[in-house]
């Protein structure tokens, strides 16, 4: 199980490094694909040791914050310029997005309060918007790596993302979540 | 307790991390950036020959000891550098009239040197109003380019209809050929106050 992860990772990463042009040749493959894929790379790795208890780590709270800054960081349009004219900030990149997003993000999440979840999850949804808004009213250039009708797509691309996010996080409390039918069918077997 | 600790400890660390990627939160974007940089750090430009529409070879720092004002154009441009050509209109005339004409010089430099040859330039010069003493119209050697627009953190794109996107701005440099500021095309007044600052 631990093997299939690695391999997982290791080909989502190599699929990042290899395919590096293609992702980066704009802002939408480059934003909303190769960035999460890189921190999924992390959050694959991460799962062994998501259940382990550590003191320092109690509720999440600690790892979320480091994904939290790690996240904000790669949202800046400065460091998605730095990476792609700078060969040492592109290394950041690929190295940071697994070990300072994703697996902490792994990590923190599995241990963090519903309500802290639900929190978050609330957060990232009105990120995206805020991000949409942004890339799509920008009266500049906000990278310089990218033209300005990209720049636009990439603000509907937020968008959209903010609403297949929506949709995902939204839907389970019209049908139930796999965890509330398990539960009722285990209290129906048990009643 | 320990989780606490740990809680503060990141929540302190994270944000001075941020503090520093982004100049003191000065600088979001690669162009805030090097504006931000050009007025802290006041590097040294290249030293560069240019070749004016007169045909005649200047210097990028000017050779007698002037302020240049740098603005990268091409000539085939449709958009940005057309009103850019007003602006630095209003800029000459502004430094006319604050009486720092023979103190201050205008260079448009072509990133599109291939392109554009001597017979573009002039053209460009004369449907702008530069008529080469004040503000003139240049282009670098083709092999001098790249390190040219690395210097000045200029960045050219193609746009997929035969044109260039680039951070269109002005770049002050001063006497001593040290890039000392950065601004908007159309923020005249400004661009007089640096050419003023630079000149002393």
């Known amino acids: 199980m631990i093997g299939a992860r690695i391999l997982t990772a290791g080909l989502i990463f190599s699929l990042c490094l290899g395919f590096r042009d293609f992702f980066e040749s704009n802002p939408v493959s480059h934003v909303l694909i190769q960035l999460p894929l890189l921190a999924w790379c992390g959050a694959l790795l991460a799962q062994p040791a998501i259940n382990l208890e550590a003191e320092w780590n109690r509720g999440g709270v600690v790892a979320l914050l480091i994904a939290l800054f790690g996240i904000t960081f790669w949202m800046l349009p400065r460091s998605i310029d730095a990476a792609l004219f700078s060969p040492a900030m592109e290394v950041a990149k690929f190295i940071s997005l697994p070990l300072c997003v994703g697996a902490p993000l792994a990590i923190g999440w599995a241990r963090a309060h519903p309500l802290l979840r639900g929190f978050l999850k609330a957060q990232a949804v009105s990120m995206l918007g805020v991000m949409a808004f942004l890339y799509t009213h920008a009266p500049v250039r906000i990278c310089n790596a990218y033209l300005v009708d990209d720049q636009l797509r990439l603000g509907y691309a937020f968008l959209f993302t903010a609403i297949a996010v929506v949709v995902l996080w939204v839907a389970p409390l019209f049908v139930g979540s796999r965890e509330f039918h398990q539960m009722r069918s285990r209290s129906v077997e048990a009643g | ?200």
């Open chain 2, 1 to 200: 307790m320990k989780a606490l600790l740990a809680a503060l400890a990141v929540a302190l660390a994270g944000p001075a991390f941020l503090w520093k990627a982004t100049d003191g939160f000065q600088a979001l974007t690669a162009e805030d950036a090097r504006r931000v940089a050009a007025m802290r750090d006041r590097p040294m430009v290249p030293d560069i020959r240019l070749r004016a529409m007169s045909g005649e070879v200047i210097g990028l720092p000017s050779a007698d000891r002037k302020v240049t004002m740098v603005e990268f154009i091409y000539t085939t441009c449709p958009t940005i550098c057309q009103s850019a050509g007003t602006d630095l209109a209003r800029v000459r005339d502004g430094l006319v009239e604050k009486g720092l004409g023979d103190e201050v010089r205008i260079l448009s430099i072509s990133f599109d040197p291939e392109t554009d040859g001597p017979h573009q330039l002039s053209a460009y010069g004369e449907s702008h109003g530069a008529d080469g003493r004040i503000w003139t119209i240049t282009r670098p050697d083709v092999d001098a380019l790249p390190r040219l627009l690395r210097a000045f953190g200029v960045v050219v794109i193609p746009d997929r209809f035969g044109g260039y996107q680039h951070n269109a701005a002005l770049h002050v440099v001063d006497p001593q050929g040290r890039l000392s500021a950065i601004l908007d095309t159309d923020d005249i007044t400004g661009a007089l106050g640096a050419a003023k600052r630079a000149s002393q």
